[in-house]
């Protein structure tokens, strides 16, 4: 039996994972725990999966800020369905932010906590076991946005280039637990955290070709992924850029809107 934990499961890339997933085991029993915060968005997916592929899921309604309550999820899918095969941290928000103005603060705390703090959350209850089991993945979603600081968007670049990091870091360490780590960065894809943008996004890929194109990337058990392909050069290229190059070339770039958060 497939099983399969992922956060960031009521929306986007985490909801059209789920269902590729679903689809993709369809010959095989595969059992999800799905966590984020929209509980009814998480039980409508529950439901579906159900019924269209007689795959089944554990719903968690959970804040990925907060450490207890991401041990007790992970305790409890551990209990009633047994170790994950694949961790996937998909949670993150993303948000226009500018350093000047001091009511962006709680905008930059909320980012970096649930972008970064929450990956943390996510993976750590679950390492200690999934080191004794056979097949044993953590994949964490990055971003594009972490290969250089993007104007406007300080904390999602931010929050984004330490997910990287952190998921070097975590790479080397797994090897002898022998758990493997992928970090997946995804370029523009159409999802409720770009629709709100109104400026022109390069590649924008559509979220169920994101997945299917992730499923064989998990498969492969790829260090680092960037998808679409197109993305992945223009991410080289963007990495060979020089400081002063780069700081012309962005001069006019659109910003991400600074929008409220009712939630933070
Ligand atoms: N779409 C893109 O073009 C793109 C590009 C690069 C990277 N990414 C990354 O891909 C991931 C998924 O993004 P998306 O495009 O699918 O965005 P989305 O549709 O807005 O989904 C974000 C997901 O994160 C969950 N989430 C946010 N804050 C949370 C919290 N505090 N606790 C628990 N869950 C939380 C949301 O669940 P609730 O609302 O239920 O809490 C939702 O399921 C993010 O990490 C994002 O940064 C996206």
Redesign the pocket.
Known sequence: MKKIFI????????AALVKAYAAHYRQETVTFGL????AQ?LQQLAKLINSDFNANAKVYT????EAKAMQAAADDFMTAIGTPNIVIA?????RGTLTEHPEDIAAFQAVMD??VM?MVHTFSPFINTMAKQKQAQLVG?A???GVRGLPGAGAYSASKAAAIKYLESLRVEMKPLNIDVTTVA????R????DINQYKMPFLMEADVFAQKFIKAIERKRRFVIIPWQMAWLSRLMRLVPPFLWDWIMRNAPHKQRTEWDWL
């Open positions: 956060t960031g499961a009521s929306s986007g890339i985490g966590l984020g915060r929209n968005a959970v804040d990925v800020r998909s949670a993150g928000v993303s649930i972008n929450g979603i971003s594009v946005a995804p370029g523009y894809i999802t409720p955290m770009t």
